[in-house]
């Protein structure tokens, strides 16, 4: 019974008080002194029950750690989320390289297969030489032919020689197109010769393969063999244009550039061009630069040319020929007397240091 009345009670009061400091009743004098005890009331028990300078500063501290562990929390979610990544592509890495090892031996046909032509494309892109990049061309087609010769030996289907011979033509026409353009700019007969020779050698093996092939694949082996005699072919006739000023028509095919028909005019710069031997005159005995020998008389005359014997008797009846005057003995010039200048004589000084040789000028 007390206690409901003492809250209404004080809830009045609290209502009162509102009402005062709202404007909204004017208080009497005793009510208005029962309200200042009541907020200074008030204000004791807030004071008494506020904390001290230590408690608020732990209180501080306190709060500052959450805040700190829960902007960390992220930052750890994020280098978990970055080591897992790295993780992955690590494993992913050494996965690729298992499986890029693992697909060396591939045949056509195999499931690594083409993981092993993805390798080989790799090692194209990589390559940034455009004759060693031909060279892999053709290494790769030379792979394919000793692949389809394993498939001879396993029996395998048909389809694995369509892959394998479908592959072999396309890096050769690859290499071939590389390596005639370059020969084209830059010449070169011997490389010419050595594609002419591996194309031969290449037709060979495949000619010991298409016995023990499928019946369904023989055509295959014997469209890629008709290629390889185009490429012998091709080799041959670039290599008698070299020579020339015109040596391709400008146009490519299948396996490049083609070669130009027609005369050939040649090309004195070329470095290929065969130059004429240099024929030199016989060497005469005569000095250069001397005058022809004269003659006494010419051919057509018929005056005698011997000697006389005897004094040459003036012409009767005429005016006697006037006589030369015979040149006396003429006196040379004093030749150039050479001087020799003595050498001069040998100073020798003494050693400066004893125990070793005297110093010799001269």
């Not at 408690?55 to 280098?79: F, M, V």
């Not at 394998?164 to 690859?174: H, N």
């Not at 244009?241 to 004195?268: F, H, K, N, Q």
Request: charged share 20%.
């Amino acid at each position: 019974m007390g206690v409901p009345g003492w809250f209404a009670r004080e809830r009045a009061d609290g209502d009162r008080f509102a009402d005062l400091v709202d404007g909204t009743e004017s208080p009497d004098g005793e009510e208005f002194a029962h309200e200042l005890a009541l907020v200074g009331g008030l204000r004791e028990l807030g004071a008494g029950g506020a904390p001290d300078a230590e408690t608020r500063q732990r209180i501080r501290d306190e709060i500052a750690g959450r805040l700190a562990e829960a902007e960390a929390a992220p930052k750890r979610r994020g280098h978990a989320v970055a080591n897992l990544a790295a993780a992955a592509v690590a494993l992913v890495l050494a996965l690729g390289g298992i499986t890029l090892l693992l697909s060396k031996d591939a045949l056509p046909g195999d499931p690594l297969y083409g993981i092993k032509r993805a390798g080989e494309s790799a090692s194209l892109g990589l390559t940034f030489d455009e004759h060693d990049k031909a060279k892999k061309h053709l290494e790769f087609a030379a792979s394919r032919v000793g692949e389809l010769d394993e498939l001879t030996r396993q029996g395998a289907p048909t389809a694995a020689y369509f892959t394998g011979l479908a592959d072999f033509e396309t890096d050769l026409r690859a290499g071939v197109s590389q390596l005639t353009a370059l020969v084209t700019d830059q010449g070169g007969q011997t490389r010419l010769a050595e594609l002419r020779s591996w194309a031969r050698d290449q037709s060979d093996r495949l000619g010991l393969q298409v016995e023990h092939a499928p019946a369904e694949a023989r055509d295959k082996f014997s469209a890629a063999r008709a290629l390889l005699d185009k490429v012998q072919e091709r080799t041959t006739d670039l290599g008698s244009r070299l020579v020339c000023y015109t040596i391709t028509t400008g146009s490519s095919d299948e396996l490049g550039a083609v070669p130009a028909a027609g005369d050939c005019v040649r090309d004195p710069d070329s470095p290929h061009a065969v130059l004429p031997p240099v024929t030199s005159s016989p060497p005469s005995s005569a000095p250069t630069g001397s005058p022809p020998p004269v003659t006494s008389a010419p051919p057509s005359s018929g005056v005698d040319t011997a000697a006389p014997t005897g004094p040459i008797a003036p012409p009767t009846g005429g005016t006697p020929p006037p006589v030369a005057p015979v040149p006396g003995p003429t006196t040379l010039p004093p030749l150039p007397t050479t001087t020799t200048t003595p050498k001069p004589p040998l100073v020798s000084i003494p050693p400066l240091i004893p125990g070793l040789p005297p110093i010799i000028i001269g």
